[in-house]
């Protein structure tokens, strides 16, 4: 659940509707609003930029504090699926369309960020209409955009914020404050055979139970459990299919 913020810390969410100017994307408007933030909120220096998959847990100021007036955005790391350096497609479709990124290791994901709207305003080279002008469907709406304008102005968060729901998150510490971004290992979404129960689906779990009151069952239990048993004995399968290793690296004894 998410505590209270520290005695004299001020939270404020903002609340628009989507600009009809923009683009749709898969239908959405909203989803590239944070290109435009730097205009809709004229009177705001900094903000927490998240998406709705984002889970806070401890004391969300802890991220605050971490403002860097040098760089127009802090964002979480783009962490590419187990058997891959980077996330391959984005920075292919950067390439092919002459926007390549000059150092892929430094691709990031906007899902959680702290955007510097203060410097975003100051920067003349920051168009995201005229990259979109140019590029009228990037593979991702928002990130694609500011992956490519913003090089080299970017700080990468640490790891605790912004981490990867199929990632393995063992190092994380619980104890301090955290974001978890359920990108692919998602508690509403326990539809295929590979998707095991791990520690990321748990804290979800307990986070509606304490914060919402939803008391519920984890779907397909029963088969996910005997599976879990059966690859917990054989590991060569886990080792045999990149997808079932993906998720069950994270997996917990949680029976």
């Keep these: ?10 939270c404020l969410r903002h609340r628009f509707e989507a600009d009809p100017a923009l683009p749709l994307w898969h239908g959405s408007r909203i ?17 927490i930029s998240a998406d709705a998959d984002v889970l806070f847990s401890g004391d969300v100021a802890a991220l605050w504090e971490l403002r860097d007036d040098r760089y127009l955005i802090m964002p979480s790391k783009d962490r590419p699926l187990p058997w891959m350096k980077w996330n391959e497609k984005a ?10 990124i000059r150092d892929p290791e430094r691709y990031f994901c906007v899902g959680l960020c702290l955007l510097n709207l203060k410097g ?22 928002d990130q694609s955009v500011l992956n490519y304008l913003l090089q080299g102005r970017q700080k990468i968060l640490p790891n605790e914020w912004g981490a990867f729901s199929g990632d393995d998150n063992r ?12 990108v692919s290992d998602a508690p509403w979404k326990r539809t295929k055979v590979t998707q095991l129960i791990s520690e990321p689906v748990l ?4 986070f509606a139970a304490e914060t919402l009151g939803w008391k519920f069952k ?28 993906f998720h069950f690296r994270n997996a917990v004894e949680w029976m």
């Design 171 to 182: 190092a994380i510490d619980i104890a301090r404050p955290f974001a978890l971004h359920f």
């Design 91 to 100: 920075i292919a479709w950067h390439q092919d369309n002459g926007c390549p």
């Design 203 to 206: 804290w979800w779990h307990r």
């Design 120 to 141: 975003l305003r100051e920067e003349k080279d920051y168009d995201p209409i005229g990259f979109l002008k140019q590029h009228p469907e990037p593979i991702y709406p």
């Design 31 to 47: 989803t590239w609003s944070r290109l435009f933030l730097h205009q809709m909120l004229p009177d705001v220096d900094w903000v």
């Design 218 to 245: 984890v779907p397909g239990w029963w088969w996910r459990r005997a599976l879990y048993v059966f690859l917990k004995k054989n590991p060569w399968v886990v080792g045999w299919n990149s997808r079932l290793r």
């Design 1 to 10: 659940a998410v505590e209270k913020a520290k005695p004299g810390t001020v």
